[in-house]
């Protein structure tokens, strides 16, 4: 449940989205995307309505989403990030698979490309997912909690990825959960609670007196 | 062997139950995958009494007939299983084995009205609760393998979309996949398989059908498509014996007999399936 939200994010930039459990972090990206019902209200990209910009965003579900034990292998997950672009018909070009050997090879996933997935570590099943969504080449990349559960170094490699998408002019939104890493590695937060506690740069949204309301 | 596929009874009733066997091997793995195995129990026991309404309304025994009865009760009760679980808040199982129950009743009580009124003529409706192929001829055969052949030509014109969808529907709905169109046909195409299924395994037996194949494949495949191809192979063989020794030995019914080679195949793929389900350690 989340009410009286009035969020404008900035384009290019790397947003994470803060607050504590309950908060509606996950609900604010999944209804902005359509995922659940909206009582009111409307949200607008680049000034479009979703249905128009469908395929300029890529989204990245919470892992616990899908079911892990399907027989599919990593690479077969990232190929469904071509869905946007073939549609129900078209099969995959040669393009088509070079951009999915690019990016899996930018994430270190060629040597696990015919693992099943049933069979990977909490941050390869990440590194698949991040995958999946730039194979779809969209500008703006929404991910739900993408470092649960991922270890150290594929948290850096993460980071780098995503701070390097941003520097070619991607957009980037992120629900987080992880306060100590925000100001290190974010352009923007925001901060919710039911409703938005605060919206800005990393040092002005993390004061103490926001993360008492937040928090506290 | 040869000899005995030269009699006429024998040949259908194997054909048939290879068909059934097959097909339903097919589509079980979406079930499967998708953990809706239990679909195929709501949509098997609800298409009794579409079968005995079907023969209510037409007086005919024409399987062509009986099946689009079937097929459509089995698709109403799915239906308000769904509603019930989207709209009233019900537990899917409790949803289903309400559905699955009541419909069933309903079947029993239509058939013994049946029995009552046409005692003469409703021979061939009963064998629809537990299976029985040894019945089938030329047409019916042509008949399930025409429908056979429309749901599997549906999974296979939608396979791609319909895979990203079962293993991630957030997602798949993220990027506008078309998500209603595509469930309401994976569905259509499943109903099609049960419909075609109750007539060797019988509404009661159909849903291990589309759940034993895949079930056992899974152990042999890291991959979907193999796993439907592996799925439909264990169905279609276990189909051909299962019918093929229940008409030349002893006078057993079909269905039962499909589903015990099916357990064991199960249960052989469980002990000794190379897939383990327990993580290997890799370096990440």
């Known amino acids: 449940m989340l009410w009286d939200v009035d969020l404008d994010l900035p384009g290019s930039q790397l947003t994470a989205i803060v607050g504590p459990n309950g908060a509606g972090k996950s609900t604010l990206v999944r209804a902005a995307l359509d995922l659940v019902p909206r009582q009111a209200g409307s949200a607008r990209f680049w000034d479009q309505p979703l249905r128009d910009v469908r395929s300029r965003i890529a989204f990245v579900p919470q892992k616990q989403e899908v079911d892990w034990d399907f027989p599919v292998t990593v690479r077969d997950v990232v190929l469904m990030g071509l869905t946007p672009r073939l549609g129900l018909f078209r099969r995959p070009n040669g393009e088509h698979l070079q951009k999915v050997d690019e990016v899996m090879e930018r994430l270190g996933l060629q040597p696990l490309a015919k693992r099943p997935i049933s069979h990977l570590s909490g941050g390869q099943q990440q590194r698949t997912f991040l995958a999946r969504a730039m194979v779809q080449g969209a500008e703006l990349l929404i991910m739900d909690e993408p470092f649960a559960g991922v270890d150290g170094p594929t948290e850096e490699l993460l980071f780098a990825t995503l701070q390097s998408l941003r520097d070619q002019g991607h957009s980037i939104v992120i629900v987080h959960h992880d306060l100590e890493t925000v100001a290190k590695n974010f352009d923007h937060v925001v901060l919710l609670k039911r409703e938005i506690l605060a919206t800005g740069s990393p040092s002005s949204v993390l004061v103490d007196s926001n993360l008492r309301l937040a928090y506290g | ?284």
């Not at chain 2, 769904?82 to 009580?109: E, H, N, P």
């Open chain 2, 1 to 284: 062997m040869v000899d005995l596929l030269g009699d006429y009874t024998i040949r259908m009733v194997t054909i048939g139950s290879a068909i059934v066997g097959g097909l339903c091997g097919a589509l079980g793995s979406f079930a499967y995958v998708r953990r809706q195995s239990l679909v195929g129990d709501v949509v098997g026991h609800a298409a009794l009494p579409g079968v005995a309404l079907a023969y209510l309304i037409s007086q005919s025994k024409d399987l062509a007939v009986l099946m689009l009865g079937a097929g459509l009760t089995g698709l109403l009760a799915l239906a308000v299983s769904i509603l019930a679980v989207r709209y009233c808040k019900m537990d899917q199982g409790t949803a289903f084995a309400s559905v699955l129950s009541t419909s069933f009743g309903v079947g029993v009580l239509l058939l013994s009205l049946i029995q009552q009124t046409h005692a003469a003529d409703q021979a061939g409706l009963d064998r629809f609760l537990f299976g029985q192929a040894a019945t089938l001829v030329e047409p019916q055969i042509i008949t399930m393998a025409g429908v056979g052949t429309g749901a599997l030509a549906l999974m296979l014109i939608f396979f791609r979309p319909l895979v990203t969808l079962s293993f991630d529907p957030s997602y798949s709905r993220s990027t506008g996949l078309p998500v209603v169109g595509l469930e309401s046909i994976l569905l259509v195409a499943l109903v099609s398989s049960v419909v075609v299924g109750i007539s060797v395994a019988g509404v009661v037996l159909v849903a291990a059908l589309l759940a034993a194949p895949a079930a056992a494949a899974h152990r042999w495949c890291t991959r979907f498509s193999t796993l439907v191809a592996v799925s439909a192979a264990f169905g279609a063989l276990s189909g051909a014996t299962g019918g093929f020794l229940s008409s030349t030995w002893a006078n057993v019914p079909t269905g039962p007999l499909i589903i015990l080679i099916l357990t064991g195949l199960v249960i052989v793929s469980l002990l000794w399936g190379r897939r383990r389900t327990e993580p290997r350690e890799v370096p990440s």
